[in-house]
């Protein structure tokens, strides 16, 4: 059995023998190779797409998953690149923003094409930052035009893409319940200036886990060995 | 302008259809158009008003006379039933009292009949109160799960303007289809959802909608005569103080026995606001949900209900 995740941008798997793949979410076809569909639990926007035992939604793979590595966990934040998920484990109960993509992967990758580099350096601009950029707009088309003007007055890169950071942290943090055991996981928690920044504003420290794109699909997969 | 002849009257939210049938017209909810209609408003907050306001203005719905309810319940709706009497569609607005007034109910519904033509024929107020007893019959069915959510809130919705013609309309009291055991049992609170089969989602999650609370409150007010009708309205639970409603909502959802509550949220709709509230007071789990524009249920929304279902199932 393994827990197959294929979400908006990558698509990952989880086996058995405690291995993880990521591809390209096209790709997705390549992390199945020799596995029947009756051995794959499936989760992700695509979950019902692609050939699958059990489809369960990240919401419910996220709280398996992220037992794993926190068992006392009380909240986790998946900052996805579509919407960000926020699951109170001590209730049973969750929030999803994916209206708007002000507090979604999409912004940061919509933010790193109109600055003409690579999401993955988002995170080592932010720490070299001397004072970030005043951004206003919770709006994330609004807050492109707030990042021009910011360059216009002469703003580095690095200082308006930590404005950037804590403006989305802003808007995530605001999801956020009161708790002291608070799981970040999703390829956007790769990206330490982004974490740095909404431990700011937040005010508090959160548990990352060592792969944090990987987790649903180890969730996916937990799920059936508990409830084969 | 004053209603002769047999007119057909646009309701914009509940009106007491007795009122309506008693004075010789055929009263038609305009919100029962929205979730089937293409339109596409241009200027709009909310979905609801701006798609009956767009039908009325380019004609695709008629009516001889709008009632606005803009007191009390929808706020859109006051502007947007003030464009729709602009555009030469004759209005009426009604005004719900937020503490309960009697009296003041009971002007409202005199202003109203004269607006209709002043003659109160009351043998409809009976007519429609068996329609009622009928329905609430039906109602008990789907408490007891022995009738699916989605055929009680197709028969409930249409409690408010009973489909402009009584006898045709309990003809059609109905169910078609037969209920199928669910895993859970939900409480649907706020808004009716702008999706037109947003029920039928639910259900292929395993979730009875075993409660609507807005189509609930189209059947369960009457009365046989204006002071009856005037008291029965003025505890219309949408136009109250969160306080009473919210009373009135932990009655139902208790007596209901539901497992979990879906609060159903429109865009740009004030009550939006209470969501927070409703969280906090209700002792179940609640999901909210937001909808916009009119249609089929979207991706996002079943992925909610999705979760919520498999939430309620790894519940204590």
């Known amino acids: 059995m393994i827990g197959l995740d294929v979400g908006s941008t990558t698509a990952k798997a989880a086996y058995p023998e405690g291995k993880f793949r990521i591809v390209e979410s096209r790709n997705w076809r390549e992390l199945t190779d020799g596995i029947a569909p009756c051995d794959i639990v499936s989760t992700g926007y695509f979950r019902k797409s692609v050939p699958h035992k059990l489809a369960i939604t990240e919401i419910t793979a996220a709280a398996f998953g992220a037992r794993e590595y926190f068992p006392d966990a009380e909240v986790i934040v998946d900052i996805g690149g579509q919407d960000t998920k926020v699951i109170d484990l001590r209730n049973n109960t969750f929030l999803l923003n994916d209206k708007c993509s002000a507090g979604t992967g999409a912004f940061l990758e919509f933010t790193a094409k109109y600055l003409g580099i690579q999401v993955s350096e988002l995170g080592d601009l932010h720490m070299r930052a001397k004072k970030a950029a005043q951004l206003n707009s919770t709006c994330g088309v609004f807050a492109i035009s707030e990042m021009i003007s910011r360059m216009v007055e002469g703003a580095s890169v690095e200082d308006v893409v930590a404005g950037m950071h804590y403006s989305f942290a802003r808007r995530v943090a605001k999801l956020i319940p009161e708790a002291d055991r608070i799981v970040l996981i999703g390829g956007t928690v790769k990206n330490r200036g982004l974490t740095a920044a909404l431990e700011e504003v937040a005010g508090k420290r959160f548990l990352i886990p060592p792969a944090p794109q990987t987790v649903n699909a180890l969730g996916a997969l937990r799920y059936s060995e508990e409830r084969p | ?229 005037a008291k029965s309205y003025a505890g219309y639970t949408f136009a109250r103080s969160l306080g009473y409603r919210l009373d009135f909502l932990e009655r139902e959802l208790a007596r209901r026995r539901v497992d979990g509550v879906i609060h159903y949220t429109q865009f740009a709709c004030h009550h939006l606001l209470e969501d927070d509230v409703l969280r906090r007071r209700l002792d179940y789990p609640v999901l909210t949900v937001q909808g916009d524009m009119p249609g089929s249920t979207p991706e996002q929304v079943k992925l909610r209900l999705e979760a919520f279902s498999e939430m309620l199932g790894r519940a204590p």
């Open chain 2, 1 to 229: 302008m004053i209603l002769t002849s047999m007119s057909t009257v646009g309701i914009t939210a509940l009106v007491p259809p007795e009122l309506i049938f008693a004075c010789g017209h055929m009263p038609l909810d305009v919100n029962n158009h929205v979730p089937s209609s293409a339109e596409h408003p241009v200027s709009k907050l909310c979905a609801w008003t701006a798609t009956w306001r767009e039908m009325l203005l380019q004609k695709r719905l008629q009516v001889d006379s709008l009632v606005v309810v803009a007191g009390g319940d929808c706020h859109n709706a006051l502007a947007d039933g003030q464009r729709v009497a602009l555009g030469g569609i004759p209005a009426h607005f009604f005004f719900y009292p937020f503490d309960g007034d009697t009296d003041y109910m009971e002007a409202q519904m005199q202003r109203l009949v004269l607006h209709l033509g002043g003659e109160v024929d009351k043998a409809k107020f009976r007519e429609v109160g068996l329609a009622k007893e009928l329905g609430m019959r039906l109602e008990q069915m789907r408490i007891e799960g022995r009738i699916s959510g989605a055929d009680a809130f197709r028969i409930l919705i249409s409690f408010s303007d009973l489909c402009g013609d009584i006898p045709a309309f309990m003809e059609q009291l109905v169910p078609e289809k037969r209920h199928e055991e669910a895993k859970f049992r939900v409480g649907l609170i706020g808004v009716p959802p702008i999706y037109k089969d947003f029920h039928e989602v639910a259900e292929s999650f395993g979730m009875h909608i075993a409660y609507d609370e807005l189509p609930y409150e189209f059947l369960r007010l009457g009365g046989n005569s204006m002071a009856e009708l």
